[in-house]
Protein backbone atom coordinates (compact mmCIF):
# COMPACT_ATOMS: atom_id res chain seq x y z
CA UNK A 1 0.00 0.00 0.00
CA UNK A 2 1.04 3.75 -0.98
CA UNK A 3 1.06 5.74 2.13
CA UNK A 4 1.58 9.63 1.92
CA UNK A 5 2.35 10.93 5.14
CA UNK A 6 2.25 14.55 5.97
CA UNK A 7 3.84 15.93 9.50
CA UNK A 8 1.04 17.39 11.03
CA UNK A 9 -2.86 17.09 10.87
CA UNK A 10 -3.46 20.44 12.47
CA UNK A 11 -1.31 23.79 13.00
CA UNK A 12 -2.17 26.86 14.43
CA UNK A 13 0.97 29.51 13.63
CA UNK A 14 0.96 33.62 14.19
CA UNK A 15 1.62 36.01 11.76
CA UNK A 16 4.61 35.98 10.06
CA UNK A 17 6.22 32.99 11.39
CA UNK A 18 7.79 30.87 9.02
CA UNK A 19 5.86 27.55 8.87
CA UNK A 20 7.55 24.43 7.56
CA UNK A 21 5.12 21.43 6.08
CA UNK A 22 6.81 17.97 5.56
CA UNK A 23 5.27 15.32 3.36
CA UNK A 24 6.39 11.72 2.71
CA UNK A 25 5.80 9.33 0.31
CA UNK A 26 7.40 5.39 0.88
CA UNK A 27 7.01 3.97 -2.70
CA UNK A 28 9.96 5.67 -4.21
CA UNK A 29 7.52 7.76 -6.43
CA UNK A 30 9.39 10.67 -9.04
CA UNK A 31 6.33 13.74 -8.99
CA UNK A 32 5.46 14.97 -5.48
CA UNK A 33 2.89 17.99 -5.34
CA UNK A 34 1.13 20.32 -3.00
CA UNK A 35 -2.06 21.83 -3.05
CA UNK A 36 -3.97 23.62 -1.09
CA UNK A 37 -7.81 23.17 -0.77
CA UNK A 38 -10.25 25.71 -0.07
CA UNK A 39 -14.07 26.42 -0.22
CA UNK A 40 -15.60 27.25 -3.11
CA UNK A 41 -11.78 27.04 -5.01
CA UNK A 42 -11.46 23.52 -5.14
CA UNK A 43 -7.83 22.14 -5.18
CA UNK A 44 -5.25 24.08 -6.57
CA UNK A 45 -1.39 23.18 -7.54
CA UNK A 46 1.05 25.45 -5.34
CA UNK A 47 4.61 23.37 -6.24
CA UNK A 48 5.30 20.42 -8.38
CA UNK A 49 8.76 18.26 -8.16
CA UNK A 50 9.14 15.90 -10.98
CA UNK A 51 12.84 14.79 -9.18
CA UNK A 52 15.32 15.53 -7.19
CA UNK A 53 16.23 19.12 -6.54
CA UNK A 54 13.59 19.69 -8.97
CA UNK A 55 10.77 22.13 -8.85
CA UNK A 56 8.03 23.69 -11.01
CA UNK A 57 5.75 26.44 -10.19
CA UNK A 58 1.86 25.37 -10.19
CA UNK A 59 -1.15 28.04 -10.05
CA UNK A 60 -0.32 29.83 -6.63
CA UNK A 61 3.17 29.64 -5.78
CA UNK A 62 3.33 33.11 -4.38
CA UNK A 63 3.94 32.99 -0.65
CA UNK A 64 5.32 29.78 -0.62
CA UNK A 65 8.89 27.67 -1.49
CA UNK A 66 9.14 24.23 -1.42
CA UNK A 67 12.38 21.72 -1.03
CA UNK A 68 13.04 18.33 -1.86
CA UNK A 69 16.41 17.27 -1.00
CA UNK A 70 15.71 13.47 -0.88
CA UNK A 71 13.34 11.37 -3.30
CA UNK A 72 10.62 10.50 -0.76
CA UNK A 73 10.64 14.25 0.75
CA UNK A 74 8.70 17.30 -0.09
CA UNK A 75 9.12 19.91 2.21
CA UNK A 76 6.82 23.25 1.54
CA UNK A 77 7.69 26.73 3.28
CA UNK A 78 5.89 29.53 4.25
CA UNK A 79 8.06 31.97 4.55
CA UNK A 80 6.03 34.15 6.70
CA UNK A 81 2.76 33.35 7.23
CA UNK A 82 -0.50 35.39 6.61
CA UNK A 83 -4.24 34.88 7.47
CA UNK A 84 -5.07 34.36 3.99
CA UNK A 85 -2.90 31.09 3.41
CA UNK A 86 -5.03 30.32 6.25
CA UNK A 87 -6.25 26.69 4.35
CA UNK A 88 -6.09 22.59 4.07
CA UNK A 89 -2.43 21.55 2.28
CA UNK A 90 -2.45 18.66 0.43
CA UNK A 91 0.69 16.83 -0.71
CA UNK A 92 0.80 14.10 -3.03
CA UNK A 93 2.68 11.89 -5.45
CA UNK A 94 2.77 9.85 -8.43
CA UNK A 95 4.70 7.62 -10.26
CA UNK A 96 5.97 9.01 -13.29
CA UNK A 97 4.29 7.36 -16.45
CA UNK A 98 4.06 8.14 -20.39
CA UNK A 99 1.68 7.61 -22.31
CA UNK A 100 -1.72 5.74 -21.46
CA UNK A 101 -0.18 4.24 -18.51
CA UNK A 102 -2.38 4.79 -15.49
CA UNK A 103 -0.89 7.23 -13.36
CA UNK A 104 -2.47 7.55 -10.09
CA UNK A 105 -2.02 10.56 -7.75
CA UNK A 106 -1.70 9.39 -3.69
CA UNK A 107 -2.60 11.97 -1.35
CA UNK A 108 -1.93 12.49 2.22
CA UNK A 109 -4.32 13.17 4.76
CA UNK A 110 -3.96 17.08 4.50
CA UNK A 111 -2.76 19.58 7.12
CA UNK A 112 -5.46 22.13 8.42
CA UNK A 113 -3.02 25.63 8.98
CA UNK A 114 -4.77 28.16 10.70
CA UNK A 115 -3.02 31.49 10.81
CA UNK A 116 -4.03 34.16 13.54
CA UNK B 1 -12.72 31.10 -16.87
CA UNK B 2 -11.46 27.99 -15.32
CA UNK B 3 -10.21 25.21 -17.48
CA UNK B 4 -12.72 22.38 -15.69
CA UNK B 5 -15.52 23.46 -14.08
CA UNK B 6 -17.88 20.71 -11.91
CA UNK B 7 -21.82 20.93 -11.32
CA UNK B 8 -20.88 22.67 -7.18
CA UNK B 9 -23.93 20.74 -5.44
CA UNK B 10 -24.27 19.79 -2.50
CA UNK B 11 -26.21 16.59 -3.37
CA UNK B 12 -28.37 15.06 -1.67
CA UNK B 13 -30.40 11.56 -2.65
CA UNK B 14 -32.04 8.64 -1.17
CA UNK B 15 -30.21 5.73 -0.42
CA UNK B 16 -30.53 3.79 -4.03
CA UNK B 17 -30.86 6.94 -6.12
CA UNK B 18 -28.58 6.89 -9.39
CA UNK B 19 -26.44 9.89 -9.07
CA UNK B 20 -24.62 11.98 -11.73
CA UNK B 21 -21.65 13.88 -11.29
CA UNK B 22 -20.70 16.16 -14.23
CA UNK B 23 -17.73 18.23 -15.03
CA UNK B 24 -17.38 20.41 -18.51
CA UNK B 25 -13.80 21.67 -19.46
CA UNK B 26 -12.57 24.22 -22.02
CA UNK B 27 -9.07 22.47 -22.97
CA UNK B 28 -9.21 20.10 -26.01
CA UNK B 29 -5.61 18.93 -25.38
CA UNK B 30 -7.05 17.01 -22.18
CA UNK B 31 -6.57 13.47 -22.90
CA UNK B 32 -6.54 11.23 -19.44
CA UNK B 33 -10.14 12.04 -17.15
CA UNK B 34 -9.94 10.66 -13.37
CA UNK B 35 -12.57 10.41 -10.70
CA UNK B 36 -11.31 10.95 -7.22
CA UNK B 37 -13.45 10.36 -3.89
CA UNK B 38 -12.70 12.74 -0.65
CA UNK B 39 -14.08 11.94 2.53
CA UNK B 40 -14.46 14.09 5.37
CA UNK B 41 -10.79 15.29 6.99
CA UNK B 42 -9.10 12.59 4.24
CA UNK B 43 -7.12 13.21 1.50
CA UNK B 44 -8.76 12.45 -2.03
CA UNK B 45 -8.41 8.45 -3.30
CA UNK B 46 -8.66 7.76 -7.31
CA UNK B 47 -11.84 6.10 -8.18
CA UNK B 48 -11.82 6.07 -11.68
CA UNK B 49 -9.64 6.50 -14.34
CA UNK B 50 -10.27 6.98 -18.16
CA UNK B 51 -8.36 7.84 -21.62
CA UNK B 52 -9.99 9.66 -24.32
CA UNK B 53 -13.92 9.30 -25.31
CA UNK B 54 -15.76 6.48 -23.86
CA UNK B 55 -17.59 4.71 -21.03
CA UNK B 56 -15.68 2.54 -17.96
CA UNK B 57 -17.57 0.60 -15.58
CA UNK B 58 -16.05 -0.74 -11.64
CA UNK B 59 -18.86 -2.30 -9.32
CA UNK B 60 -21.62 0.72 -9.48
CA UNK B 61 -19.64 3.41 -10.97
CA UNK B 62 -19.58 4.35 -14.31
CA UNK B 63 -17.51 7.37 -16.04
CA UNK B 64 -18.62 8.37 -19.11
CA UNK B 65 -16.27 11.07 -21.27
CA UNK B 66 -17.74 12.87 -24.43
CA UNK B 67 -14.55 14.21 -25.72
CA UNK B 68 -16.70 16.49 -28.81
CA UNK B 69 -19.00 18.12 -25.78
CA UNK B 70 -15.82 18.37 -23.86
CA UNK B 71 -18.25 16.54 -20.95
CA UNK B 72 -17.35 14.17 -18.55
CA UNK B 73 -19.95 12.22 -16.26
CA UNK B 74 -19.71 10.12 -13.28
CA UNK B 75 -22.41 8.08 -12.48
CA UNK B 76 -23.26 5.82 -9.24
CA UNK B 77 -26.01 3.25 -8.86
CA UNK B 78 -27.79 1.92 -6.21
CA UNK B 79 -26.32 4.47 -4.48
CA UNK B 80 -24.84 3.88 -0.64
CA UNK B 81 -24.69 5.79 2.46
CA UNK B 82 -21.04 4.62 2.48
CA UNK B 83 -21.16 6.75 -0.86
CA UNK B 84 -21.43 10.62 0.89
CA UNK B 85 -18.51 12.28 0.09
CA UNK B 86 -16.87 15.34 -2.37
CA UNK B 87 -16.00 13.80 -5.82
CA UNK B 88 -13.51 15.53 -7.51
CA UNK B 89 -13.09 15.51 -11.17
CA UNK B 90 -9.47 15.71 -12.24
CA UNK B 91 -8.03 15.71 -16.52
CA UNK B 92 -4.11 15.69 -17.46
CA UNK B 93 -3.00 16.58 -20.77
CA UNK B 94 -0.54 14.34 -23.11
CA UNK B 95 2.41 15.86 -22.02
CA UNK B 96 1.90 17.60 -18.37
CA UNK B 97 4.56 15.27 -16.73
CA UNK B 98 1.86 14.66 -14.28
CA UNK B 99 0.13 17.45 -13.35
CA UNK B 100 -3.51 17.84 -12.96
CA UNK B 101 -6.51 19.94 -13.21
CA UNK B 102 -8.95 19.69 -10.54
CA UNK B 103 -12.40 20.72 -10.60
CA UNK B 104 -13.65 21.93 -7.75
CA UNK B 105 -15.56 19.14 -6.44
CA UNK B 106 -19.22 17.73 -5.69
CA UNK B 107 -20.50 17.07 -2.28
CA UNK B 108 -23.03 14.09 -2.03
CA UNK B 109 -24.77 13.16 0.66
CA UNK B 110 -27.22 9.21 0.61
CA UNK B 111 -29.42 10.02 3.19
CA UNK B 112 -30.75 5.78 4.61
Known amino acids: DVKVTQSSRYLVKRTGEKVFLECVQD?????MFWYRQDPGLGLRLIYF???????EKGDIPEGYSVSREKKERFSLILESASTNQTSMYLC???????????????FGPGTRLLVL | QKEVEQDPGPLSVPEGAIVSLNCTYS??????FMWYRQYSRKGPELLMY????GNKEDGRFTAQVDKSSKYISLFIRDSQPSDSATYLC????????????FGDGTTLTVKP
Open chain 1, 92 to 106: ASSLAASGRVKETQY
Open chain 1, 27 to 31: MDHEN
Open chain 1, 49 to 55: SYDVKMK
Open chain 2, 27 to 32: NSAFQY
Open chain 2, 50 to 53: TYSS
Open chain 2, 90 to 101: AMKKETNAGKST
